[in-house]
Nanobody, 120 residues
Framework: QVQLVESGGGLVQPGESLRLSCTAS????????AGWYRQAPGKQRELVAMISVGGSETYGDFVKGRFAISRDNAKKTVYLQMNSLKPEDTAMYCC??????????????WGQGTQVSVSA
């Protein structure tokens, strides 16, 4: 079963940091463009950050230099470093990646998500 497994979420205070990780399962041969989306209760899902296989980065307007996306292709892992967190960053953060399996099937996969809560 193809999986993207996220970790690193939690409850923090405003101004603190978190680092999210998203790792692809062993049956994923290549891990191409990948990124993070978030969805807060009652709101639409929005792009947080995206990184191409070559390392080009795209961020949502609300990030404003606070977050940084990176990847380790050997580990098939994408990271999201989040600094200066605000209460409005509270949401479920989900990883999405365009993958190709060992069976040579290509598709976009989603992880289950990791909850980020920012509160004093």
């Amino acid at each position: 079963q193809v999986q993207l497994v996220e970790s690193g979420g939690g409850l923090v205070q405003p101004g603190e940091s978190l680092r999210l990780s998203c790792t692809a399962s062993a049956n994923i041969r290549t891990f191409n463009n990948a990124g993070w989306y978030r969805q807060a209760p009652g709101k639409q899902r929005e792009l947080v950050a995206m990184i191409s296989v070559g390392g080009s980065e795209t961020y949502g307007d609300f990030v404003k230099g606070r977050f940084a996306i990176s990847r380790d292709n050997a580990k098939k892992t994408v990271y999201l470093q989040m600094n200066s967190l605000k209460p409005e960053d509270t949401a479920m953060y989900c990883c999405k990646a365009w993958v190709r399996t060992v069976a040579d099937v290509a598709f976009s996969a989603w992880g289950q998500g990791t909850q980020v809560s920012v509160s004093a």
